[in-house]
């Protein structure tokens, strides 16, 4: 039996290479799809490769006659409905790995330009400026770093900041004691700790129901005066207007976004022409490196699953039950 691949993201060429050499799949990957097209081809579909711009909402799926599998090539699932293909019998996987060290990257980057003022520096420069004294900033040696949710990427950016002279403290309630204390950090018990300790915080938790907007404005008043925040996470995390109102009055001294709740931001977003933000726009995992990782691994657990009935990084776990 053959089977179809539908790829309607762009995916790297070295997973797209995977999936067009392997016997008995037939794979439609012609790069960056329209939603209509996407629609109209779905139902031929027996997996489908996506990235963070397609969205296998109900209305796609409902469409999805023959989907068995949906890999997302990379980590966050927010653009899948987990419950409704939990619903369908339809297995949600997703590649962690390959992205890691390119988004801890990202994030200690935007720790570094926020707190030297290195965009704004940079923009003063080209505008034919010379205003050393108006960016003096911050040295991050002796700085405490809280990192909120400690899975891969932030015990990557961990690592980092200890070589920075930083001191580290996490918040994640699905993380044993003992992995932090391997990595020379402690873990605080509660969020409300952590947010009361740290100099800068940065976000690397997934969104919940429970974390959606997290970061709002009664987390921001438990904070330290002049905190400054890092997220290359999800834009989710944060309530943004109670982040772009504790930037105007100085309680946070700084902000660094890679991640939106709406992407790309609308021209109305709040932290648009504040002078203490730094933004880009998606960029953590855009390293030749990561995405041809994200590809390979997105690639491989898709033909483990179709020719093999072999699953790994199940997104939704309780569909397992359902299958033969």
Not at 87 to 113: K, Y
Not at 146 to 172: H, K, N, P, S
């Amino acid at each position: 039996m053959g089977y179809f691949v539908l790829v309607p993201d762009n995916l790297h060429k070295a997973g797209l290479e995977i999936l067009r050499n392997t016997e008995g799949l037939e794979v439609y990957a012609p790069g960056k799809m329209a939603r209509e097209e996407t629609l109209a081809v779905i139902p031929r579909a027996h997996a489908l490769v996506v990235r963070s711009s397609t969205k296998a909402d109900a209305e796609l799926l409902a469409r999805a006659e023959n989907l068995k599998v949906i890999v997302r090539a990379g980590v966050g699932v927010d653009n899948i409905d987990l419950a409704e293909c939990t619903r369908r019998g339809i297995v949600v996987m997703n590649a962690p790995d390959g992205n890691t060290i390119s988004t801890a990257e990202h994030a200690f980057a935007l720790m570094l330009a926020l707190a030297r003022h290195i965009p704004q520096a940079d923009a003063s420069m080209r505008a034919g400026r010379w205003d050393r004294k108006k960016f003096v900033g911050t040295e991050l040696r002796g700085k405490t770093l809280g990192i909120v949710g400690f899975g891969r990427v932030g015990r990557a950016l961990a690592q980092r900041a200890a070589a920075f002279g930083m001191t580290e403290i996490a918040y994640d309630p699905f993380v044993p004691e003992d992995v932090a204390r391997h990595l020379g950090l402690s873990l605080c018990s509660t969020l409300d700790d952590l947010l009361a300790k740290a100099d800068i915080i940065s976000l690397h938790a997934v969104v919940t129901e429970g974390t959606r907007h997290m970061i709002d404005a009664e987390a921001i008043g438990k904070m330290k005066d002049g905190v400054m925040i890092v997220n290359a996470a999800r834009g989710a995390l944060i309530d943004m207007d109670a982040l772009a109102e504790a930037l105007r009055s100085g309680k946070v001294a700084g902000a660094a976004l890679d991640v939106y709740e709406q992407e790309p931001p609308g021209p109305d977003f709040p932290l648009l022409g504040l002078d203490n933000v730094v933004l880009t726009p998606h960029l953590g995992a855009s390293t030749h490196e990561a995405q041809a990782a994200v590809g390979v691994q997105a690639a491989e657990e898709v033909v483990n699953a179709l020719l093999r009935g072999e699953y790994t990084n199940v997104r939704n776990r309780d569909v397992l039950e359902k299958l033969p």
